[in-house]
């Protein structure tokens, strides 16, 4: 089957400069030059069907996950990026207020490449499951203000924390939970997921923490 030959065409924001050789041999892709200045690898079929039409600086309100072809966009560390943008930018985001509306954005380095985030989140210690965490709440997403963190240590870092009085000791919940000597997560799913109250989501049984409050 003859090639067809994209050299040159302009698709959206993006002018095709040349053939790139997939080493997979599985996608004809194309190299690209976007009127930003960068320089993007698009796959033939996404060009031509408009789903793929900057490098990523174009980030339209309602769409955050772009086309890529870095062979990531099933994985839980893309849906951080996608989500850490979406309640930044996306007003139909219901973390919008939290995030967007306080003046919270994400720098343009992760903004316009999750190749750039990717990078980052391997070099700086992530780990499949875990949460992006802004060391200073007020602060915005870049390298400089954020980690890796488990539920516990992300939980610890809001403006609010859990406060609960037991036995006429008021202290939060991870604090509590060391106290006690019992699991954080599970404590914290009980309380945040299924509704228990402080006391009934302490003194339950191991095996009722994933069953809804009856």
Request: aromatic letters at 12%; a positive charge.
């Amino acid at each position: 089957m003859k090639l067809d030959d994209l050299t040159g065409k302009r698709f959206g924001k993006l002018t095709v400069v040349k053939k790139h050789d997939d080493p997979t041999k599985k996608y004809t892709l194309w190299e690209c030059k976007c009127d930003c200045g960068n320089t993007k690898i698009a796959r033939a079929s996404l060009l031509k069907t408009g789903r793929t039409k900057s490098c990523g600086c174009y980030l339209p309100e309602h769409n955050y996950a772009m086309n890529t072809t870095h062979g990531w966009s099933k994985t839980h560390l893309y849906a951080v990026w996608n989500l850490m943008k979406g309640r930044c930018y996306n007003r139909n985001n219901h973390n919008y207020k939290r995030y967007g509306e306080r003046g919270i954005t994400v720098c343009e380095e992760w903004k316009n490449s999750f190749e750039a985030f990717r990078d980052w989140a391997i070099s700086s210690g992530y780990k499949n499951g875990y949460s992006i965490d802004r060391i200073n709440n007020d602060g915005n997403y870049c390298p400089q203000n954020c980690r890796w963190t488990d539920v516990k240590t992300q939980n610890n870092n809001r403006r609010v924390s859990l406060m609960f009085t037991h036995n006429g000791k008021t202290q939060n919940l991870s604090s509590w939970c060391e106290e006690l000597n019992i699991p954080y997560l599970r404590t914290w799913e009980r309380i945040m997921h299924y509704g228990y109250t402080f006391e009934q989501a302490i003194s339950l049984p191991k095996n009722k923490s994933r069953y809804k409050k009856e």
